[in-house]
């Protein structure tokens, strides 16, 4: 006998449908699988065999051959154990269902219970994209799933209750999981708590308002990690797709959990500095996101800069400009978004005292440009806001005036991106930083003084065309911030000045 039911498979956050075939004949037994299946789908003979005589069933003696289509398509991982459990009953008489617009998913354990499994998001979109009016998933993804409107998730947590659902003897109601967005994100503190350090601030408000890559230079104890863990406290809340695309990656990754079905708060990454390139833009047999990826619509922040491997952080080069990174692997080439605001903090030299005012660099010049060349300038020119953190004063640690809050600085970073949302209103722009080259005449309308100020410190400061670019465009966040349109020469100075570290550390 034949039985199909519907299934979902997954390549890269793309979703595709899978057919589980299954034939029954009479010969001698055998249970084979086929259609470019993993070892953990290989291995769904021994759990499926367990869980139907565990759950009260019997297992057909006969040769059962299980095909998953389309067959010229690598499947993996466990989650069809339990439409292939359904097909074997169906296809031996033992249960009548109907599983028509059903996609089933879910792993098995030998006892009958249907466990969770990675990537429910984005295969509960794709059966919903796909016409699908139904999806059964473990009752641990049912949170996740239950966030997609349109098609309705029915969560399950053993075998009986699938068939007692598609049965018609239980009834089960549709999961669904009311979509809240989390307007902050305090638990890393408040910048009321940083100390003397206006100009700096003043630069991270600028690089959050416009989503701007941030560099932060500095001597030890000079707060620059202290500065750069707080900027979630700052940045506005994710959109409900961004949550949706930022979720979607974190339920391929497996880090979603039961209670916390969403990315309701924009993710903050900081890998150490010996984290390989492979764990940084991600890979695998079967590719799966790195850090750059679980970064996406948050902050990747990156903490002694120089520190990391070369190959590791020139693999952030070409994801930084066109916010998604592609790996090619035997297995398949898969594809990942990574629309990142990179923040990264370093010392000057390896003692850390180059460049300071009272203390001196006890590092030889040459160590200090070898230090420094471990920043290449390709990678220093994607870095558009460069902040200079200096030594804090005693008479700033002990004063007991009131430093800028979080929150006030949250709510003029706010206004700022309301005046961005509304200006590329029917675009794909998300933010200033996110201006395409052809159209930052159209949306970056500079006066005749800034244009002539521009042209000056193009020459004088050997800009390249990128840099030329992204000077504007922070140009453009600070004419945000001030609620101006057309940006004059007091925004272009300002942005010019964000990149003077070049000049001061990278001068040879």
């Known amino acids: 006998m034949y039985t199909l039911i519907q299934s979902m498979g997954l390549e890269g956050v793309n979703a595709f449908p899978v057919g589980v075939e299954v034939s029954q004949v009479r010969s001698l037994p055998g249970f084979d699988i086929v259609g470019l299946p993993d070892t953990a789908i290989k291995e769904s003979r021994d759990r ?5 005589k565990g759950c009260g069933f019997t297992f057909p003696g ?4 299980v095909n998953l289509t389309p067959a010229d398509k690598r499947k993996s991982g466990p989650l069809y154990d339990l439409p292939i459990l359904l097909a074997v009953l169906q296809a031996s008489g033992q249960i009548n269902i109907d599983l028509r617009d059903t996609a089933v998913l879910g792993e098995l354990s030998l006892f009958g219970d249907i466990r969770p499994v990675r990537g429910i998001l984005p295969m509960t979109i794709g059966a919903r994209d796909r016409g699908y009016s139904r999806i059964i998933v473990p009752a641990a993804n049912a949170g996740e799933s239950g966030l997609i409107k349109g098609i309705d998730v029915i969560g399950v947590s053993h075998i009986h209750e699938v ?13 669904v999981t009311p979509f809240r967005i989390e307007t902050s994100a305090f638990e890393a503190g408040d910048f009321s708590d940083v100390k003397g350090q206006a100009p700096a601030l003043r630069g991270m408000e600028v690089a959050a308002s416009g989503g701007h890559n941030l560099l932060l230079v500095g001597p030890p104890g000079s707060g620059k990690s202290m500065l750069a863990k707080r900027i979630p406290t700052v940045l506005p809340p994710l959109s409900v797709g961004e949550a949706i695309e930022t979720t979607n990656i974190y339920s391929i990754s497996g880090l979603l959990s039961e209670s916390n079905p969403v990315v309701s708060v924009r993710p903050f990454r ?3 500095h010996t984290v390989s390139s492979a764990a940084l833009s991600g890979g695998g047999s ?6 750059i990826s679980l970064a996406h619509n948050g902050v990747l922040f990156l903490d002694e800069f120089a520190e990391f491997h070369r190959d590791a952080m020139e693999t952030l080069r070409q994801p ?4 998604k990174i592609t790996i090619h692997r035997a297995a398949g080439t898969m594809t990942f978004p990574c629309s990142i605001m990179l923040v990264a903090a370093m010392n000057p030299c390896p003692c850390g005292y180059f460049g300071h005012p009272t203390k001196e660099c006890v590092c030889s010049p040459n160590k200090v440009e070898n230090y420094l060349a471990k920043i290449s300038g390709p990678m220093l020119d994607r870095i558009d806001v460069q902040i200079d953190v200096r030594p804090v004063a005693f008479d700033a640690l002990k004063s007991d005036e009131p430093e800028t809050s979080s929150k006030e600085i949250r709510e003029r970073i706010l206004k700022a991106r309301l005046i961005q949302s509304q200006r590329y209103e029917g675009t794909d722009i998300s933010c200033n930083a996110k201006i395409p080259p052809g159209l930052m005449r159209k ?17 004088s400061m050997g800009m390249s ?21 057309t940006l004059d020469a007091i925004h272009i100075g300002e942005a010019i000045q964000y990149r003077n570290l070049d000049r001061k550390y990278w001068r040879n």
Do not use: Q, W
């Open 48 to 52: 499926v065999r367990a869980a139907i």
């Open 62 to 65: 006969v040769k059962i051959t």
């Open 163 to 175: 068939v007692g659902y598609l049965s018609g003897s239980l009834d089960i109601t549709p999961t």
């Open 270 to 272: 900081s890998p150490h």
């Open 286 to 291: 079967v590719p799966r996101p790195g850090e």
């Open 320 to 323: 930084m400009e066109d916010g």
């Open 443 to 459: 949306f970056c309308p500079v006066t005749e003084r800034a244009s002539n100020l521009l042209e000056k410190a193009f020459d």
């Open 465 to 485: 065309a990128r840099t030329y670019d992204r000077v504007i465009k922070v140009a453009r966040t600070i004419a945000d911030i001030d609620g101006e349109e």
